[in-house]
C-alpha cells in the first residue's frame, strides 16, 4: 500500500499540535522522518514549553573538541566560509557526529531569549528535541526540518537543513547545518545547497586519499563530468580498481564492493597501457558503452585531478533573475510578445512554476527547454524524456523508475528513473502529447505530491525539480477530444510560450549566415553562401523548420569539393536545387484578401483589422481566432504585435 506524502504547510503542523495536546501522536499528519523523531521525543519526556537545560562547552572543552575534528574542520572550512559568503542572511553550522557545534559561520540565530545557536552547545534529540542536525545523523541522510516541526519550538523563527558527510570507510565524519528564516518561499534550494556542499566535501576526500592514483570521473551527462554529482573511481598503476564512491557505483549500476579490486579493462573496452599512455601528461575523456546506456568519462594521471567547486546558489532567489545570454540570443529575433512570453517562462520557472512550450516540430522546443534550463543560472541536472519514442510498456519504468526483480529484464539494483535523475534540476517531458491517459494520472499525482513511487517498490522518494513540458501537438485541442487530461494541463501550463515556425520569424537570412558561420567552424571549412542562394534559403517555407535547415546547410557544407571556397545553388543537390529553385507554393502563402490595393502597408493595415474583428468575434481568445483565420497561434501573434 502505497503512503501519501504529508502536506508540511504551517496549518497541518498545527493540526498535528493540537492531536499531541490530546495525547495523540498523528504520524498520518507528519513527514514520516519528523513523525518518528516526534515519537522518541515523547520517549524522552520532551513536550512543547519543555524548558530546556542545554550544555555548552567552555572555551578550554571546545578547543579540545576542534583539535580532535580537525581533519573534519580542515576538510569542511574552506568551502564552508566560500559558501556563506553567497548565502547572505543565513547561518551555517560545523558539527561532530554527536551533534555538537565545532563552528558557527555567517549570521547567529536566537530562537528564543534564552537560546542561542552557536559553537559549543549539542543540539542533541533527547536534550534540544526535534531538529535538522541530530535528525540528519540518525536518518543518515540530508533532512529539512521546517520551523513548526521543531517539536519544543511552535513559534521557531527558523528552518534548517542538515546533511551528514561520510568518510572513505561509511563512518560519520560530521555535519553541515544550513539555517535561515522560517518565511523563505523554497526551503528545498537550502537542502539541494547543502547536499552540494557534503558532495563536494565527498569528492576532496576521495581526493585526498587517492591523489596518487588514476582516478576516473564517470556521469550520464558530459555536462555534469565535473560536477559534485560525478562519480569517481580510483585505480591502480596495474589497473585493477582500488575504490568506488557512491556516486560512481550509482552510474554504473553496480556496488561499489562488487566492482572493488576489479580489472577496468570492462569498463573501458581498450587495454589499460593503452589508456595510460593516452592520458600520461593530461586527462582524457572517454566514452563509456555499459549494458542500459552510455557514460562520459575523464580519466585523470595521478596528482592533477581537482574536485569541483561547489556552484554558487543565492538566497533568497532573486525577484528578476538574469535570463542568460543563451536566451537572448535566441529569442533575439523572435516576434517581440513572443520573445517577451519566453523571458516570462524564465521568470517563471525560477520561481517553480511548470513551463509548456507548443510548438511544431523542429521549431526548437528543445533549445528553448535548454535556454530556459541555463536561465536558472546553476549548474543542476538537465534531464529530456521523449513520450513518443519509447513505447507505453517502457515509459512508466523509465519516468518513475522501478525496484529490483520489478518485472523481467530489471536492472540489478533497480532503476531511479528520469524523475529522480534530475533532482535538483530540471526533467523536459518532450512530446507531452503522446503520453498515455493511464500515466497522465499518475505524473500529475506525482507532481501534487513532489513524491514519486518506483515500480514493484513501496519507498517514496522525495523529488525537487522544474518541469518543462514541451508538445507538437495542440494540448488544448486534446483536452476538448479527451485525449489528455484537462487537470494535467492546468498542471503543466503556468506559462506557455508557442514557437514561432522559421517562415514566421524576421532576419531570417541573418540567421542562416550566423548558422552557417557556426557550422564551418565546427567542420573546419572556410566557404561562404552565395547571396542569391541565401534569399532563396531565407524565401523557402521550410515545412520541417530548424531541423529541416540545419541538415540542407550542413549537407552543403559537408558534400562541398575540397577546392571550393563558396557554395550557390549549384552546389547543392539535385532535390534540394529543385525545392529551392520552385520556391513556395500556393499553400505555402497567407490566405488572399479579398481587397484590391496597390500599398503593401495598405493591405497589411486591412490584414490586422481582420484579425482584430475576427479574434473580437471570438471573446478574445486566441486559439479559436487562430483557428479561424486558417493560421497558428504564434502567427497571430506575430502579426498583431
Known amino acids: 500500500m502505497t503512503i501519501r506524502a504529508a502536506l ?64 573534519l574542520i580542515e576538510l569542511a572550512d574552506p568551502l564552508v566560509s566560500r559558501a556563506v559568503e553567497d ?3 543565513c547561518q551555517l553550522l560545523l558539527a561532530t557526529p554527536d551533534a555538537t557545534v565545532l563552528k558557527s559561520y555567517g549570521r547567529d540565530f536566537v530562537i528564543d531569549q534564552r537560546l542561542r545557536i552557536g559553537a559549543g552547545i549539542n543540539l542533541d534529540e533527547r536534550r534540544f528535541g526535534t531538529n535538522a542536525p541530530a535528525l540528519a545523523l540518525i536518518e543518515e541522510a540530508p533532512v529539512l526540518v521546517k520551523s513548526c516541526e521543531h517539536l519544543l519550538f511552535p513559534d521557531n523563527p527558523v528552518s534548517c537543513v542538515a546533511a551528514p558527510l561520510f568518510d572513505l570507510d561509511g563512518s560519520c565524519l560530521g555535519l553541515i547545518d544550513l539555517t535561515f528564516e522560517a518565511n523563505h518561499p523554497r526551503p528545498e534550494i537550502f537542502l539541494r545547497r547543502v547536499q552540494q556542499l557534503t558532495g563536494a566535501l565527498g569528492q576532496r576526500l576521495f581526493m585526498h586519499y587517492y591523489q596518487q592514483r588514476w582516478v576516473l570521473q564517470v556521469h550520464a551527462s558530459l555536462a555534469e563530468l565535473d560536477g559534485v554529482s560525478c562519480g569517481l573511481v580510483a585505480i591502480s598503476d596495474t ?42 601528461r593530461q586527462s582524457a575523456l572517454l566514452g563509456l558503452e555499459l549494458t542500459g546506456g552510455r557514460l562520459f568519462g575523464r580519466l585523470n594521471p595521478p596528482e592533477q585531478w581537482q574536485p569541483a567547486e561547489v556552484v554558487p546558489v543565492a538566497s533568497p532567489p532573486p525577484a528578476a533573475p538574469r535570463l542568460g545570454r543563451q536566451l537572448d540570443d535566441l529569442v533575439a529575433d523572435w516576434p517581440p510578445p513572443l520573445a517577451r512570453e519566453a523571458r516570462r517562462a524564465a521568470r517563471a520557472l525560477a520561481s517553480g512554476l511548470p513551463v509548456l512550450l507548443q510548438g511544431d516540430t523542429g521549431t526548437g522546443k528543445e533549445q528553448l527547454a535548454r535556454a530556459l534550463h541555463a536561465s536558472l543560472g546553476e549548474q543542476r541536472p538537465f534531464v529530456a524524456l521523449n513520450c513518443a519514442a519509447l513505447p507505453e510498456s517502457l515509459i512508466e519504468a523509465e519516468l518513475f523508475g522501478y525496484g529490483e526483480g520489478a518485472f523481467t529484464g530489471a536492472r540489478k539494483g533497480g532503476y531511479g528513473g528520469r524523475l529522480v535523475q534530475a533532482n535538483g534540476g530540471t526533467l523536459l517531458l518532450d512530446e507531452i502529447g503522446d503520453m498515455p491517459l493511464a500515466l497522465q494520472a499518475r505524473l500529475l499525482r506525482v507532481l501534487q505530491e513532489r513524491v514519486v513511487t518506483p515500480l514493484g517498490d513501496h519507498r517514496e522518494v522525495p523529488i525537487d525539480c522544474e518541469v518543462i513540458a514541451a508538445s507538437h501537438r495542440d494540448l488544448e485541442e486534446r483536452v476538448a477530444t479527451g485525449d489528455f487530461r484537462e487537470d494535467l494541463f492546468y498542471r503543466l501550463a503556468a506559462v506557455v510560450v508557442e514557437l514561432p515556425a522559421l517562415n514566421e520569424q524576421d532576419g531570417l537570412a541573418a540567421r542562416i549566415r550566423e548558422r552557417w558561420e557556426a557550422l564551418c567552424r565546427a567542420h573546419g571549412r572556410d566557404l561562404t553562401l552565395d547571396d542569391a542562394l541565401v534569399e532563396r534559403l531565407a524565401g523557402y517555407p521550410w515545412p520541417g523548420n530548424w531541423r529541416e535547415l540545419e541538415h540542407c546547410l550542413e549537407a552543403a557544407l559537408v558534400g562541398a569539393e575540397p577546392e571550393r571556397r563558396e557554395v550557390g545553388l549549384e552546389a547543392l543537390s539535385p532535390r534540394w536545387q529543385r525545392k529551392l529553385s520552385a520556391g513556395a507554393t500556393a499553400t505555402d502563402r497567407p490566405p488572399a484578401m479579398s481587397v484590391t490595393t496597390d500599398s503593401p502597408q495598405e493591405l497589411r493595415e486591412l490584414e490586422r483589422l481582420h484579425m482584430l474583428r475576427t479574434l473580437d468575434a471570438h471573446g478574445g481568445n486566441m486559439t479559436a481566432a487562430a483557428r479561424a483565420l486558417g493560421i497558428s497561434r504564434s502567427t497571430l501573434y506575430r502579426r498583431l504585435g
Open 87 to 89: 548565502l547572505r542572511g
Open 239 to 280: 589497473g585493477f580498481i582500488l575504490a568506488v564512491d557512491s556516486q560512481a557505483g550509482r552510474w554504473l549500476g553496480q556496488a561499489a564492493a562488487s566492482l572493488t579490486g576489479q580489472p577496468v579493462e570492462a569498463l573501458f573496452g581498450s587495454p589499460w597501457p593503452a589508456l595510460q599512455r593516452q592520458c600520461e
Open 8 to 71: 508540511r504547510t504551517p496549518d497541518v503542523i498545527r493540526q498535528a499540535r493540537e492531536h499531541l495536546s490530546r495525547g495523540q501522536l498523528p504520524v498520518d499528519l507528519l513527514d514520516a522522518s519528523i513523525g518518528r523523531s516526534w515519537q522518541r521525543c515523547l520517549e524522552h519526556g520532551l513536550l512543547p514549553g519543555t524548558r530546556l537545560e542545554l550544555p555548552r562547552l567552555d572555551s578550554g572543552e571546545l578547543r579540545l573538541q576542534r583539535e580532535a575534528h580537525r581533519r
